[in-house]
């Protein structure tokens, strides 16, 4: 079974700290993702990544970065953390080659910014 | 572009009823579509996914969608829910370039409600 994982379930930062939001996947998938969820709006894009040091943005990176160093793990930094960025972020990854495939998610992190 | 629209945020069934949930798209390309649930506290899992190679795709737990290009819709329906359907349910499309990138396009979600 593919396995993805998210460092923390919960989270509570105070505003302006810096966030670090871990993912680890164990099937060698070269794709992986950062979304944001949120009531009414679904799962929103942040940054998704292709390969090992390649990323690219999604629809709404503002206010985030990210990191990827090996394949199998995927980090999201929010830089100065902000209330507007308390919500859900889920973690996806899949292996690449065709639009089929399957998005693999992490039971993601809830992040309470005070 | 490609977009998905859910309509209704919240449906509630008795159990044993028919569930119903409706997705429209709209895609400049032949889509490629998906239906994810959420369980309470988990993240998403698939339920089933529409590759063209027919029409009425079934998937777990006694779910299938019918792809209707005529109407952009991709709906959703189980014959009889079960209270362990209660979940919140998103229909997807592939986004701009997802051959190679895997781009998802999610709609605003369903919440399912089961009434014993």
């Known amino acids: 079974d593919v396995k993805v994982t998210q460092s923390s379930r919960y989270l509570v930062k105070r505003t302006g700290e810096k966030v670090f939001l871990e993912c680890v996947q164990d099937?060698?998938?070269?794709?992986m993702f950062w979304y944001r969820q949120d009531p009414g709006l679904g799962l929103r894009l942040i940054y998704f990544?292709?390969?090992?040091?390649?990323?690219e943005k999604g629809d709404i990176p503002e206010g985030y970065s990210v990191s990827r160093e090996k394949k199998e793990r995927f980090s999201l930094i929010l830089e100065s953390a902000s209330t507007n960025q308390t919500s859900m972020y889920l973690c996806?990854?899949?292996?690449?080659?065709?639009?089929?495939?399957?998005?693999?998610f992490g039971p993601g992190t809830r992040l309470l910014v005070l | 572009a490609q977009s998905v629209t859910q309509l209704g945020s919240h449906v509630s069934v008795s159990e044993g009823a028919l569930v119903l949930l409706r997705c429209n798209y709209s895609s400049s390309v032949p889509p490629y579509l998906f239906w994810y649930v959420q369980y309470p506290n988990q993240g998403l899992q698939l339920l089933l996914k529409?590759?063209?190679?027919?029409?009425l795709v079934k998937g777990i737990n006694g779910f299938e969608a019918e792809f209707k290009k005529s109407e952009t819709s991709f709906h959703l329906t189980k014959p009889s829910a079960h209270m362990s359907d209660a979940a919140e349910y998103f229909c997807?499309?592939?986004?701009?370039?997802?051959?190679?990138?895997?781009?998802?396009?999610f709609g605003q979600g369903t919440t399912l409600q089961v009434k014993p």
């Open positions: 529409y590759t063209s190679a027919a029409t």
């Open positions: 996806a990854s899949r292996t690449s080659g065709s639009t089929l495939e399957t998005q693999y």
């Open positions: 099937m060698d998938h070269e794709n």
């Open positions: 997807a499309v592939s986004g701009p370039g997802s051959s190679n990138t895997g781009k998802l396009i």
């Open positions: 990544s292709y390969d090992v040091k390649m990323k």
